[in-house]
């Protein structure tokens, strides 16, 4: 759903907010109410954290381990620096797709739903990222050790590219070109390059 109020000239609304009149719209042309909409895209977003913070947990455990590893002292200056970005990223990935539940918690039954789902929907896309540099990174790391620096630097590269290109590059020009946009859908009343977090 997009996210520009309800059409009028009200101006664009600031990104990561939410917008009662789009979310409204959007449950109307689903035959759902307000509630059920943010019940559902609490729900998406749910399974979206789970599917992410799984990676995040195996990585993790993975460099934790690593440091009292044998062949962990045998690192050069590049590889420690190689595995501290790493590891920060991997920390600090696990420290935002969590924090929604922290938020969750917080304001639980102080009926700010909207506000949850708005603010878990940009910690996870900041996630994701800080996900890719650490798999990226990771990548180079394990590379670098095993086959060597010119290996690890283009694995590295690749898999960073790859998934930039897929996990933000395709879903940006989806939304720019609203391309798989639904027939139904009323042309010009929502402009495809914004986007709703509560639809």
């Known amino acids: 759903m997009a996210a520009n109020g309800s059409g009028t000239d009200a101006g664009p609304r600031p990104r990561g907010r939410f917008d009662p009149a789009a979310a409204v719209r959007s449950a109307r042309a689903r035959g759902e109410t307000l509630d059920q909409l943010l019940d559902r895209n609490l729900a998406e977003l749910l399974q979206e954290l789970r599917v992410a913070i799984t990676g995040v947990q195996v990585l993790f455990a993975f460099l934790l381990g690593l440091a009292f590893t044998a062949r962990f002292d045998g690192l050069d200056a590049f590889a420690l620096t190689v595995y501290t970005v790493t590891l920060l990223a991997t920390a600090l990935a696990t420290v935002v797709l ?7 918690r917080l304001v639980f039954r102080r009926r700010q739903k909207a506000v949850l789902i708005a603010v878990a929907d940009r910690m996870l896309v900041v996630g994701l990222a800080l996900l890719v540099l650490a798999i990226s990174s990771g990548v180079l790391l394990v590379l670098d050790v095993v086959l060597g620096r010119g ?7 690749g898999v960073l590219l790859v998934a930039t290109v897929l996990w933000y590059g395709l879903p940006v020009w989806a939304r720019r070109t609203a391309a798989g946009v639904h027939p139904d859908e009323a042309p010009g009343s929502d402009p495809p390059g914004e986007r709703d977090p509560a639809g």
Do not use: E, L, T
């Open 151 to 157: 290996p690890g630097v283009v694995g590295g590269v």
């Open 98 to 104: 969590i924090a929604p539940v922290s938020f969750h």
